[in-house]
């Protein structure tokens, strides 16, 4: 009778436990703090693309952009990796992601893991302003926050266009 009854509790313990589980991996959220490259301030975006998973559309659904810049992103179940771009000029302009910054194609899309955001927080590497300088903008980051910096394109990149 004592064996079923600790059988009983420590199956009640486990349900519990997986339950608590389940309703963390549904309710999965994080923070985008777009900043400004050069200057670390916070830049309030037009609109905010969010893709999950190498999928080729953007999605909306999962993103709720507050007044002061702060955007929350639900994350759906499955997602493992995620990209974000931003735009301006009433959502006509892309802004240039910092961490792409040099290279000959600036609207390269990054790819950064989920787990690494969730986990720590995540801040891309920013080459939009000098490496001396870059400490200066950083800033603090914390577990489930991802900061983009970001910049707009130059006339070189608006060119090519």
């Not at 009854?5 to 589980?21: E, I, K, P, S, T």
């Not at 559309?57 to 771009?85: F, T």
């Not at 899309?109 to 927080?121: F, M």
């Not at 920013?126 to 603090?140: I, S």
């Amino acid at each position: 009778m004592i064996e079923r009854a600790y059988r009983d509790l420590l199956l009640m313990a486990c349900m519990g436990a997986l339950a608590g589980l389940l309703q963390a991996q549904i309710g999965r959220t994080i923070t985008i703090k777009i900043r400004d490259g050069k200057t670390g301030e916070t830049v309030t975006p037009s609109n905010v693309h969010v893709r999950f998973n190498h999928q080729p559309e953007a999605l909306g659904n999962w993103v709720d952009q507050k007044d002061d810049g702060m955007i929350e992103v639900k994350l759906p179940q499955d997602a493992k990796v995620i990209s974000v771009r931003a735009t301006y000029l009433d959502s006509t302009e892309y802004f240039v992601n910092c961490d792409v910054a040099k290279q000959r194609d600036s609207s390269t899309e990054s790819w950064y893991p989920l787990t690494d955001i969730v986990t720590s927080g995540l801040a891309i590497p920013n080459d939009c302003v000098r490496v001396k300088d870059a400490a200066k903008v950083r800033g603090e980051v914390k577990p489930g926050e991802f900061v983009l910096f970001v910049r707009k394109r130059n006339w070189k990149e608006q060119a090519l266009d």
